[in-house]
Protein backbone atom coordinates (compact mmCIF):
# COMPACT_ATOMS: atom_id res chain seq x y z
CA UNK A 1 0.00 0.00 0.00
CA UNK A 2 1.63 2.92 -0.93
CA UNK A 3 0.75 6.01 1.10
CA UNK A 4 1.89 8.63 -1.71
CA UNK A 5 -0.93 7.29 -3.65
CA UNK A 6 -3.13 7.89 -0.36
CA UNK A 7 -2.60 11.47 -0.19
CA UNK A 8 -3.20 11.75 -4.17
CA UNK A 9 -6.52 10.37 -3.62
CA UNK A 10 -7.27 12.82 -0.48
CA UNK A 11 -6.42 15.83 -2.41
CA UNK A 12 -7.86 14.37 -5.87
CA UNK A 13 -11.15 13.65 -3.36
CA UNK A 14 -11.11 17.47 -2.54
CA UNK A 15 -10.93 18.63 -5.31
CA UNK A 16 -14.34 16.93 -6.50
CA UNK A 17 -15.82 18.30 -9.82
CA UNK A 18 -19.91 19.44 -9.89
CA UNK A 19 -22.39 16.67 -8.31
CA UNK A 20 -20.10 14.58 -6.37
CA UNK A 21 -19.42 14.38 -2.93
CA UNK A 22 -17.21 12.50 -0.46
CA UNK A 23 -17.14 11.11 2.64
CA UNK A 24 -14.45 11.17 5.29
CA UNK A 25 -14.31 8.70 8.46
CA UNK A 26 -11.85 9.02 11.29
CA UNK A 27 -12.01 5.78 13.42
CA UNK A 28 -11.05 6.98 16.69
CA UNK A 29 -10.10 5.46 20.33
CA UNK A 30 -13.65 6.14 21.48
CA UNK A 31 -15.87 6.30 18.56
CA UNK A 32 -16.02 7.16 14.93
CA UNK A 33 -16.56 10.48 13.13
CA UNK A 34 -18.24 10.99 9.71
CA UNK A 35 -18.01 14.25 7.93
CA UNK A 36 -19.86 14.48 3.94
CA UNK A 37 -18.01 17.31 1.86
CA UNK A 38 -18.93 18.48 -1.47
CA UNK A 39 -17.94 20.81 -4.29
CA UNK A 40 -20.18 23.23 -5.70
CA UNK A 41 -19.25 26.33 -8.27
CA UNK A 42 -15.58 25.47 -6.70
CA UNK A 43 -16.28 25.70 -3.33
CA UNK A 44 -16.09 22.84 -0.95
CA UNK A 45 -18.89 22.55 1.47
CA UNK A 46 -19.87 20.32 4.74
CA UNK A 47 -23.34 18.40 3.98
CA UNK A 48 -23.69 16.24 7.05
CA UNK A 49 -21.89 15.50 10.09
CA UNK A 50 -22.09 12.21 11.89
CA UNK A 51 -20.70 11.01 15.26
CA UNK A 52 -20.98 7.04 16.40
CA UNK A 53 -19.61 6.45 20.42
CA UNK A 54 -18.63 2.83 20.49
CA UNK A 55 -20.38 3.33 24.29
CA UNK A 56 -24.10 3.83 22.66
CA UNK A 57 -23.46 0.35 20.98
CA UNK A 58 -25.46 -2.47 22.47
CA UNK A 59 -22.62 -5.41 22.79
CA UNK A 60 -21.77 -8.48 24.53
CA UNK A 61 -18.84 -8.01 27.13
CA UNK A 62 -16.54 -9.51 25.54
CA UNK A 63 -16.68 -7.56 21.99
CA UNK A 64 -13.53 -6.55 21.04
CA UNK A 65 -12.25 -3.74 19.24
CA UNK A 66 -12.63 -4.74 15.84
CA UNK A 67 -15.59 -5.93 16.44
CA UNK A 68 -17.04 -2.27 17.98
CA UNK A 69 -15.77 -0.32 14.40
CA UNK A 70 -17.46 -2.52 12.45
CA UNK A 71 -21.07 -2.55 14.06
CA UNK A 72 -20.16 1.87 14.50
CA UNK A 73 -19.19 1.42 10.54
CA UNK A 74 -22.72 -0.35 10.03
CA UNK A 75 -24.68 2.18 11.84
CA UNK A 76 -23.40 4.57 10.19
CA UNK A 77 -23.82 3.17 6.57
CA UNK A 78 -27.56 2.33 7.88
CA UNK A 79 -28.22 5.88 8.96
CA UNK A 80 -26.97 8.03 6.46
CA UNK A 81 -27.63 7.99 2.35
CA UNK A 82 -24.42 6.82 0.63
CA UNK A 83 -24.61 6.55 -3.08
CA UNK A 84 -22.18 4.39 -5.24
CA UNK A 85 -20.91 7.15 -6.69
CA UNK A 86 -19.72 8.37 -2.63
CA UNK A 87 -15.87 7.89 -1.87
CA UNK A 88 -14.90 7.17 1.48
CA UNK A 89 -11.95 8.53 2.78
CA UNK A 90 -10.68 6.79 6.10
CA UNK A 91 -8.67 8.00 8.38
CA UNK A 92 -6.31 6.28 11.01
CA UNK A 93 -6.24 6.85 14.61
CA UNK A 94 -3.36 9.13 15.78
CA UNK A 95 -2.24 5.61 18.03
CA UNK A 96 -1.57 4.26 14.93
CA UNK A 97 0.86 6.01 13.57
CA UNK A 98 4.63 7.49 14.37
CA UNK A 99 5.29 11.01 13.04
CA UNK A 100 9.03 12.24 12.77
CA UNK A 101 9.41 16.35 11.64
CA UNK A 102 13.13 17.29 10.85
CA UNK A 103 14.86 19.05 8.24
CA UNK A 104 17.26 17.93 5.75
CA UNK A 105 20.28 20.40 4.52
CA UNK A 106 19.93 21.81 1.33
CA UNK A 107 19.83 18.71 -1.20
CA UNK A 108 18.73 17.89 -4.50
CA UNK A 109 15.31 16.44 -5.43
CA UNK A 110 16.80 13.18 -6.48
CA UNK A 111 18.54 12.26 -3.19
CA UNK A 112 15.63 12.82 -0.65
CA UNK A 113 14.63 9.10 -1.20
CA UNK A 114 17.88 8.06 -0.43
CA UNK A 115 18.13 10.25 2.75
CA UNK A 116 15.21 9.67 3.88
CA UNK A 117 16.00 5.44 3.75
CA UNK A 118 18.77 6.67 6.22
CA UNK A 119 16.42 8.96 8.47
CA UNK A 120 13.52 5.75 8.59
CA UNK A 121 16.00 3.52 10.13
CA UNK A 122 17.34 6.22 12.59
CA UNK A 123 13.56 7.45 13.58
CA UNK A 124 11.63 4.58 13.11
CA UNK A 125 11.74 1.77 15.92
CA UNK A 126 10.77 -1.38 13.52
CA UNK A 127 12.16 -3.13 10.58
CA UNK A 128 10.99 -1.84 7.31
CA UNK A 129 9.63 -5.25 6.18
CA UNK A 130 7.17 -3.95 9.11
CA UNK A 131 5.75 -1.04 8.50
CA UNK A 132 3.99 1.25 5.42
CA UNK A 133 5.71 4.48 5.55
CA UNK A 134 6.03 7.29 3.59
CA UNK A 135 6.61 11.35 3.82
CA UNK A 136 5.36 14.73 3.17
CA UNK A 137 7.60 18.04 2.27
CA UNK A 138 6.57 21.14 3.61
CA UNK A 139 7.36 24.48 2.09
CA UNK A 140 9.68 26.68 4.45
CA UNK A 141 8.11 29.61 6.21
CA UNK A 142 10.95 31.80 4.62
CA UNK A 143 12.31 32.43 1.31
CA UNK A 144 15.67 32.65 2.37
CA UNK A 145 15.26 29.15 3.98
CA UNK A 146 17.01 26.04 1.92
CA UNK A 147 16.77 23.31 4.14
CA UNK A 148 14.14 20.35 3.43
CA UNK A 149 11.43 19.88 6.00
CA UNK A 150 10.15 16.40 5.71
CA UNK A 151 7.47 14.96 7.33
CA UNK A 152 8.05 11.09 8.02
CA UNK A 153 4.78 9.20 8.50
CA UNK A 154 4.72 4.96 8.98
CA UNK A 155 2.56 2.55 10.43
CA UNK A 156 2.86 -1.49 11.54
CA UNK A 157 0.99 -3.39 8.44
CA UNK A 158 -0.69 -5.07 10.95
CA UNK A 159 -2.64 -1.87 12.02
CA UNK A 160 -4.49 -1.51 7.79
CA UNK A 161 -4.83 -5.06 7.40
CA UNK A 162 -6.20 -5.71 10.68
CA UNK A 163 -8.77 -2.41 10.16
CA UNK A 164 -10.00 -3.51 6.50
CA UNK A 165 -12.34 -6.47 7.85
CA UNK A 166 -13.96 -3.89 10.00
CA UNK A 167 -14.93 -1.81 6.95
CA UNK A 168 -16.47 -4.58 5.15
CA UNK A 169 -19.63 -2.72 5.09
CA UNK A 170 -18.50 0.04 3.51
CA UNK A 171 -15.65 -1.84 1.13
CA UNK A 172 -17.55 -0.95 -2.54
CA UNK A 173 -17.01 2.84 -1.49
CA UNK A 174 -14.01 2.69 0.52
CA UNK A 175 -11.38 4.68 -1.67
CA UNK A 176 -8.47 5.47 0.50
CA UNK A 177 -6.82 5.22 4.53
CA UNK A 178 -5.33 8.66 5.13
CA UNK A 179 -3.39 9.87 8.57
CA UNK A 180 -5.48 13.18 10.02
CA UNK A 181 -2.50 15.54 9.82
CA UNK A 182 -1.67 14.90 6.55
CA UNK A 183 -5.42 15.24 5.01
CA UNK A 184 -5.54 18.70 7.58
CA UNK A 185 -2.11 19.99 5.57
CA UNK A 186 -3.49 18.74 2.36
CA UNK A 187 -6.97 20.73 2.88
CA UNK A 188 -5.15 23.87 3.94
CA UNK A 189 -3.16 23.66 0.98
CA UNK A 190 -5.34 23.56 -1.44
CA UNK A 191 -7.46 25.98 -0.03
CA UNK A 192 -4.20 28.45 0.11
CA UNK A 193 -3.15 27.70 -3.72
CA UNK A 194 -7.00 28.51 -4.74
CA UNK A 195 -6.79 31.48 -3.07
CA UNK A 196 -3.74 32.66 -4.55
CA UNK A 197 -4.64 31.66 -7.57
CA UNK A 198 -7.93 33.71 -7.41
CA UNK A 199 -5.81 36.79 -6.28
CA UNK A 200 -3.74 36.28 -9.16
CA UNK A 201 -6.19 36.03 -11.77
CA UNK A 202 -8.03 39.11 -10.36
CA UNK A 203 -5.14 41.45 -10.58
Known amino acids: MNFRAIYKKGLDSVRLSGGKSAWGLEIGDS???AVKASARDGELFIEAID????????????????????????IFKERNLISKSDKIIVSLSGKMILSRFFSL???????????????????????????????????GDRVTDSSVKIGLFATK?????????????????????QITPI??????????????ASQTAST
Request: glycine letters at 2%; proline letters at 7%; hydrophobic letters at 35%.
Open 183 to 196: AIYNLVKVREDSTS
Open 51 to 74: RIDYSSIEHEVTSKKPELIEDAVN
Open 105 to 139: PPIKKSRIAEALRYELRKQVPFEPDEIIWDYQQFE
Open 31 to 33: GLK
Open 157 to 177: KENIYGLLPSLAPIRVNLDAI
